[in-house]
C-alpha cells in the first residue's frame, strides 16, 4: 500500500529557504511521477513541481516557482525532495506530496496517490 508522507514544512521569513521531503512506504521507485501541490487559505489547490522518470527525470515547474525551487528524487531511499529557495509571503500554504504510475500529465487528476500535506508559512 502506498503511504506518502511530507515533513520539512514550518515557519521562514521572506527570502529564507526551506526543503520538503515526502517519504514513500516502499513504492517511490514505482511512481514514475512525483509532485508538489499547495494550497493557500481560499484557493484552489495548484502544481507547483513534478518531476517523472524519463530519462534522468524530467521536470516542470510552474510559471510562480521556476528557478526558486528544484524538484528531486532519491529512489534508493524512496524520497522526493522540494528545495525552496527565495521564499515569498505567496508561497505560503499546504504542500501536499503526490504520485502516480503514469509518466505524463501534472494537473490534480493525473495523480492518484496523496499525502496529507504540511504547513509552510512565509511571513513578510
Known amino acids: 500500500q502506498v503511504q506518502l508522507v511530507e515533513s520539512g514544512g514550518g515557519l521562514v521569513q521572506t527570502a529564507g529557504s526551506l526543503r520538503l521531503s515526502c517519504a514513500d512506504s516502499?513504492?517511490?521507485?514505482?511512481?514514475?511521477?512525483m509532485g508538489w501541490f499547495r494550497q493557500a487559505p481560499g484557493k484552489e489547490r495548484e502544481f507547483v513541481a513534478g518531476?517523472?522518470?524519463?530519462?534522468?527525470?524530467?521536470?516542470n515547474y510552474a510559471d510562480s516557482v521556476k528557478g526558486r525551487f528544484t524538484i528531486s528524487r532519491d529512489n534508493a531511499k524512496n524520497t522526493v525532495y522540494l528545495q525552496m529557495n527565495s521564499l515569498k509571503p505567496e508561497d505560503t500554504g499546504v504542500y501536499y506530496c503526490a504520485g502516480d504510475i503514469k509518466n505524463y500529465g501534472w494537473s490534480l487528476n493525473d495523480f492518484d496517490y496523496w499525502g496529507q500535506g504540511t504547513q509552510v508559512t512565509v511571513s513578510s
Open positions: 516502499g513504492r517511490t521507485s514505482m511512481m514514475f511521477k
Open positions: 518531476i517523472n522518470s524519463i530519462g534522468g527525470g524530467l521536470t
